[in-house]
């Protein structure tokens, strides 16, 4: 395990000021949205609006690295550079998502289990050729009735320790993200309960397989009560959960902690990350970002009604206003 380039290269994707953009939709999902904007999706639509999100100007100081698809790390920009070498050339890593997807989990309704260590060490390997210097696994943990079950955190840390431990000897970073779901109407509480142990028990499973957490970073969702829950609580208190439950769950060896946005709004999502970072606490980790949709949301729209360059100003704005919440310094009356 090359230890040093994968410290080092953790350490640029959460470099000060900066975080990483996931474009890395499946071509199931990346087609749904291109649809629900009107768009025939296609592989050409999809490269086609991709790259000019990675063509925008000026979005180096706000994104360390983007994390792309099977199919995106293959396509090309329209001058015909393969998409990673540009990201590369533009001073960003080219990551990519690595898991087949999130599978029923045998004998347990409604819960998933994330697919993808079969072949993965030939395919980071590959990557990694093609300019990869990070990768991404999800796993999606939702509270209902009875669940999150024991099988199904105890399955999915397992798998995303095994997957982390592949990608370090291919001298990929892994992104660990186990994604507790905003859906239902469970309260702040029982998320915090639930992503605390999912944790604990996914860092368990690291110091078993060896995993080099100083080579990894870690993708969580923030505490929030579920999406149909009355009680909705405040930013502040979003944050302040949140902090508070890292703390108590995330080894000091990990350099950081770039969160998903989950489907919070794209303000929500910039303000919760301001709050953490304009708290008087110390932690160890770096607090940033991974957001897809928080990110893109309003670029998707805008590219969708025929303008690439609104489509690319919507995108950098976005980009520049969570690079402000790396350090508390974003403030409302600047998000217009
Ligand atoms: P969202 O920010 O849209 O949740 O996407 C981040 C991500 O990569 C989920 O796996």
């Known amino acids: 395990m090359d230890v040093e380039l994968l410290e080092r290269t953790a350490a640029e994707l959460v470099a000060s000021g900066k975080g990483v953009l996931a474009a890395d939709e499946s071509n199931g999902t990346m087609s749904n949205r291109l649809a629900a904007v009107g768009v025939e999706p296609s ?21 360390s690295g983007v994390i792309l698809f099977d199919e995106t790390i293959r396509q090309k920009m329209d001058d015909g550079t393969p998409i990673p070498e540009y990201l590369a050339s533009r001073g960003i890593h080219p990551g990519i998502k690595v898991d087949t997807g999130a599978k029923e989990l ?36 939702r509270i209902g009735e009875g669940m999150p079950s024991l099988a199904c955190l105890s399955t999915n840390s397992h798998a995303l320790a095994r997957y982390a ?23 702040a509480q029982s998320c915090y309960d639930v992503t605390a142990s ?18 990894v970073l870690l993708k969580p969702n923030m505490i929030l009560p579920g999406n149909s829950c009355s009680d909705r609580g405040s930013r502040e208190k979003v944050a302040k959960m949140t902090v508070d439950c890292l703390t108590e769950n995330v080894p000091s060896e990990v350099p950081g902690i770039v969160f998903l946005s989950g489907g919070q709004s794209d303000e929500d999502a910039t303000a919760h990350l301001n709050l953490m970072n304009a708290m008087d606490i110390d932690h160890p980790w770096e607090l940033s970002y991974s957001y897809g949709r928080a990110l893109l949301a309003r670029a998707l729209q805008t590219w969708a009604q025929g303008s690439s360059e609104a489509s690319q100003n919507a995108f950098r704005h976005r980009a520049e206003m969570n690079s402000l919440a790396r350090t508390g310094d974003w403030r409302e009356e600047l998000d217009t």
């Open 198 to 215: 999912v944790l604990k028990m996914t860092w368990d499973e690291c110091k078993k397989q060896g995993v080099h957490l100083k080579g």
């Open 43 to 63: 592989a050409e639509t999809r490269r086609s609006y991709r790259s000019n999100i990675f063509a925008t100007t000026g979005y180096e100081t706000a994104i």
């Open 106 to 141: 045998a004998n347990h309704p409604g819960e998933k289990i994330t697919e993808g260590l079969d072949g993965l060490r030939e395919r980071c390997e590959e990557y990694f050729q093609m300019g990869a210097r990070f990768a991404k696994w999800r796993a999606v943990i």
């Open 165 to 187: 431990s592949i990608c370090q000897e291919q001298g990929l970073v892994p992104i660990i993200e186990p994604e507790v779901l905003m859906d239902g109407d469970h309260d």
